[in-house]
């Protein structure tokens, strides 16, 4: 198994959060029993599949949906299971609020909660970047060959950034505490003047987006503190009780902290298996 994040080129910094390769091969050469639970997240993403198809389970949609080599992700509030085929490798560029929209010229905001074949927004180049993924082994060329890509897009001509594409970025350290009137005068909007524009990079209202801010911190940080209960994690991370925090991850997960914490426990086992 091999996991591995990557940070971006100087260039890239206002837009890409980093870049994930992940690699897992299983030992008798079929698909892991236990899916991958993927709650949503504030990174939008362009994903690559150079080896065995992808398959996830929608539970937004309530479907299982095959996807193609390469796709791009929006804005998410669904959580999707993400069901391994036997050599699973995926290249994932993490984007920073806004940064997907701004880079690449993604509409975000006709994206919300579903992904689409990366060839129908951007076009044959992402294609021959998928046919160079498939043709090497060497995980640090494929973050190369990524990158090399983005750079190209990052040197056409950009729209000029306006200040509230320079606050953005920073949402991600979380920013629940802070009123949308306290943001927008910031960046010298008013409110509504900011959730329209926020609503454009990024797909979604500054409110729901908090929203998913907050539980990703929660979920992120009891994978890394398992010593801490959910109350200390609720707490850390600005929910005002337990029952606060429950009622997210049931909103965007279907499921308690508990049971999504098992449940991605259980993933891990088995991929930690694999070849």
Known sequence: MF???????????????????????????LPLAAPK????????????????????????????IRSPRSILVGPQVSRVDLNFAPDHLVVCVACKPGGLHRLLGVPVKELFDFHVDSRAVLGPAVDEVA????????????????ESYLLRAA??????????DALLPQLLS???????????????????????????????GPKLHARIVRFDQAFRLKERRPDL??????????????????????????????????ADA??????????
Request: net charge positive; with cysteine; hydrophobic share 40%.
């Open 131 to 146: 046919d160079r993924l498939a043709e090497t082994t060497d995980y640090d060329l494929m973050v190369a060959v990524v």
């Open 174 to 204: 979380g920013w629940t505490t802070r009123p949308i009137e306290q943001l927008a005068h910031e960046v010298c909007l008013s409110p509504r003047q900011f959730e329209r524009s926020f609503f454009e990079r990024v797909g979604m």
């Open 229 to 262: 209960d959910w109350l200390a994690v609720a707490v850390q991370v600005g929910y005002y009780d337990y029952r606060h925090l429950v009622r997210d991850f049931k909103a965007f997960a279907g499921v308690t902290p508990p049971q999504l914490l098992a």
């Open 37 to 64: 639970p993927q709650p949503p997240t504030p990174q939008q993403c362009l994903y690559f599949y150079p080896r065995d198809e992808m398959s996830t389970y929608h539970y937004g949609q309530g479907r299982e």
């Open 266 to 275: 259980a993933h891990t086992r088995l991929a930690g298996r694999g070849r």
């Open 155 to 164: 040197r056409r001509a950009l729209p000029p950034a306006r200040p509230i």
């Open 3 to 29: 996991f591995h994040l990557y940070p971006p080129a100087a260039p890239l910094w206002p837009f890409v959060q980093h870049y994930l390769v992940a690699h897992v091969r299983t030992a008798d050469g």
